[in-house]
Nanobody, 116 residues
């Protein structure tokens, strides 16, 4: 089993910044991908940003140029720096990790609320 613990959500005004962090622990051999997804009320969960163990990143079009994902492979942590936040970024953000031999894991979610 792999456990993911998130932190860093909260309430911020439009134009502000937040940083989310996620730490993975447990039965880890290799985490191939780490990323962040979000789910707004009444909507499906969507990919926000993802980073491979080699550093290749992938972003949703809606956050390109505003969000930046990074990871520390040795520490099994991933960060999401969110700048120029908009009210439409309001959602529960979930950390995701794909462990090569154990499968796909999710964090408990952290609320991000952006007020206009």
């Amino acid at each position: 089993q792999v456990q993911l613990v998130e932190s860093g959500g909260g309430l911020v005004q439009a134009g502000g910044s937040l940083r989310l962090s996620c730490a993975a622990s447990g039965d880890i051999i290799v985490i191939t991908y780490m990323g962040w997804y979000r789910q707004a009320p009444g909507k499906q969960r969507e990919l926000v940003a993802q980073i491979s163990s080699g550093g290749t990143t992938n972003y949703a079009d809606s956050v390109k140029g505003r969000f930046a994902i990074s990871r520390d492979n040795a520490a099994n942590t991933v960060l999401l720096q969110m700048d120029s936040l908009k009210p439409e970024d309001t959602a529960v953000y979930y950390c995701n990790a794909v462990e090569r031999y154990r499968g796909n894991y999710w964090g408990q979610g952290t609320q991000v609320t952006v007020s206009s």
